[in-house]
């Protein structure tokens, strides 16, 4: 439990503070702070096993500390998220080497590969990584994932091992811990939520179809996230149930137990997103530290509107 963020009283709601995470609020001075970060960019596709393509945007500084940092986007992110830019500048300017990446279907990517986007899809985010690598050889990358991100990192680094992985290390702020209870607290928290994902999630859908118009017809895919998520593992997942979908990606159990790449948790104790219970659940492993926080909400951890987020500064002081 760490005492160090204190926001002032008018950013300690949680709602405030997951809402002023994501919106137009602080668009407009991230994106113009980010703009040598986005000028020095140079578009990749890589290639990562089963004819899967994934898009990746490396920056590199100079001069540069010759340390490469993955970032990486949550559920209907993208690689032009505000936290993502905003993170990924700050690295930037600090001299570290930045991809950032786009999950399937995310961004402007859903006519790169058929299937569908599902949170189930890690190999393909593994063999992002070792695409990666070949850009940085001899220099392991370091993660920082947000929401969703954070979750697919963690998973990546549990099977480092076995996929032969070079990781330096992993950051995850406020990774989905149990998928079934994030989607409970969804539907449940103020209704707002539901509604911002519904609309997001229709968004993509409409682009999938329209970039594979012979392969899908979303129309008569209604209601909320349950009855969404529930007719699209239907149809389109390979998994037999809601709920054998939900655990495949819940990183509670024995999922981290495997861990030997050092990873690092930040989430707090008011997330309305993910409920804080999930973090007894998580295996006892000596490579995965917690830092909970009482304030910050979902991906939020802003003490001032201004400047840096406390959650930047946590990562770059660990970097």
Known sequence: MSEEFRPPLWLRNPHV??????????????????????????????????????????????????KPVLVLHGWEGSAESIYVLSLAQLLFERGFEVARLNLRDHGETHHLNRELFHSCRLPEVIGAVQALEAHFPGRPLTGVGFSLGGNFLLRVAAAARESSLALAGVMAISPVL?????????????????????RKWRRSLRKKQSAWPGSYDFADVGGGLRAMTAELVRRHSGFATLEDYLNGYAITGERLASLAVPAHILTSLDDPMI?????????????????????????????????????????????
């Open 178 to 198: 149990e998928p079934t209870e994030t989607l409970i607290a969804l539907e449940t928290a103020l209704p707002g939520y539901q509604g911002f994902f519904v």
């Open 275 to 319: 409920p804080a219970g999930g973090l007894a659940r998580l295996a006892r492993s000596a490579a995965l530290s917690v830092t909970v926080t009482r304030y910050g909400g979902h991906c939020g951890f802003i003490d001032s509107l201004a400047g840096l987020t406390w959650a930047e500064r946590f990562v770059l002081a660990r970097l």
């Open 17 to 66: 503070q997951s809402i002023l995470a994501t919106t137009f609020v602080r668009r407009g001075r991230i994106e113009r702070r980010a703009a040598p970060l986005v000028r020095a960019q140079r578009e990749l596709l890589l290639e990562c096993g089963a004819g899967v393509r994934l898009q990746c945007f490396i920056s590199r500084p100079q001069p540069s500390t010759g």
